[in-house]
């Protein structure tokens, strides 16, 4: 099954997407991981404000299947919480690349090179399926 990825978001092993603009990262979750997890019911956001480091849990989604910790693709504080997603988790499923989760400001941008591109992500999103 084909997952969208857009080519312009850079990507973690872990499922999430992020968007980067100047040294502020937007983040949410792959079309592959909402369509993994199945009908999205609850995703716990971070405070605003709270500083994460590189791969630190900031959150988690629930599912009808399971419930994934969420993982700061980048160092830094955020300094936004989609809160629409709190109250409507189903946006996730429905357009997971428009329905963000945070946005960071980076404190260490070398770490953006640690990212996958979409190509490295389509094949890392085959060997799983």
């Known amino acids: 099954m084909s997952h969208k990825t857009p080519g312009q978001l850079?990507?973690?092993?872990?499922?999430?997407?992020?968007?980067?603009?100047?040294?502020?990262?937007?983040?949410?979750?792959?079309?592959?991981?909402?369509?993994?997890?199945?009908?999205i019911v609850f995703v716990e956001l971070p405070?605003?404000?709270?500083?994460?480091?590189?791969?630190?849990?900031?959150?988690?989604?629930?599912?009808i299947k399971s419930v994934s910790d969420l993982y700061s693709p980048l160092s830094g504080e955020i300094i936004e919480?989609?809160?629409?997603?709190?109250?409507?988790?189903e946006q996730c499923n429905q357009n997971p690349y428009d329905s963000w989760i945070i946005k960071i400001k980076l404190s260490n941008e070398d770490e953006v090179q640690s990212l996958l591109s979409s190509s490295d992500y389509i094949d890392l999103c085959n060997e799983l399926s």
Do not use: K, M
């Open 81 to 89: 919480v989609n809160n629409d997603i709190e109250s409507s988790p």
């Open 10 to 39: 850079l990507y973690t092993n872990e499922h999430e997407w992020a968007h980067i603009d100047g040294d502020i990262a937007t983040i949410g979750i792959t079309d592959f991981a909402q369509s993994s997890l199945g009908d």
């Open 47 to 63: 405070d605003v404000g709270r500083v994460v480091d590189q791969n630190e849990t900031f959150g988690v989604v629930e599912s």
